[in-house]
């Protein structure tokens, strides 16, 4: 099983304070054999990891955004709301994304990076200091 990258930057953080497994599963009130699922990408992180893992570490704490980024793509399923308050052209690209996602070439997927990337400005690239897994 490949390391995801939340799993990797969660060993970094273990790793870093010289913490075991059940160490850091303890902290976090989960068995050790689901953080270790988590760490190895066997399994998708729970909805609250993110707020566990923040309420424990400080460096997650600081860059929350960056561990809700990463625990999202271990999911299977992203959940989008679209408020009422949306317009209707903001509602028809979303279900128009969501619908065409798997059959978008590489050079699509590029071009909307792009696109992207004026939003998320540096917002999901901080990773936690130390050796890559």
């Known amino acids: 099983m490949k390391l995801t990258e939340l799993g990797k930057e969660t ?3 273990r790793i870093g304070r010289d913490e075991v497994l059940l160490d850091m599963a303890v902290r976090l ?17 729970p ?10 570490y400080e460096e997650v704490a600081e860059r929350r955004a960056v561990f809700e980024h990463l625990a999202e793509k271990t ?9 009422a308050s949306m317009p209707d052209d903001v509602k028809d690209a979303a279900v128009t994304f969501a619908r065409v996602l798997p059959q978008l070439s590489p050079e699509d997927l590029a071009t909307i990076g792009r696109v992207f990337e004026k939003y998320k400005k540096g917002m999901y690239d901080k990773k936690i ?5």
Do not use: H, N
């Open 47 to 56: 909805d609250d990891f993110v707020a566990r893992l923040a309420s424990q």
């Open 75 to 83: 999911k299977k399923l992203v959940k989008l709301s679209l408020e």
């Open 29 to 45: 009130e989960m068995s050790p054999a689901m953080l270790s699922a988590i760490e190895t990408g066997a399994k998708a992180a």
């Open 129 to 133: 200091e130390g050796r890559d897994m």
């Open 11 to 13: 060993r970094k953080i």
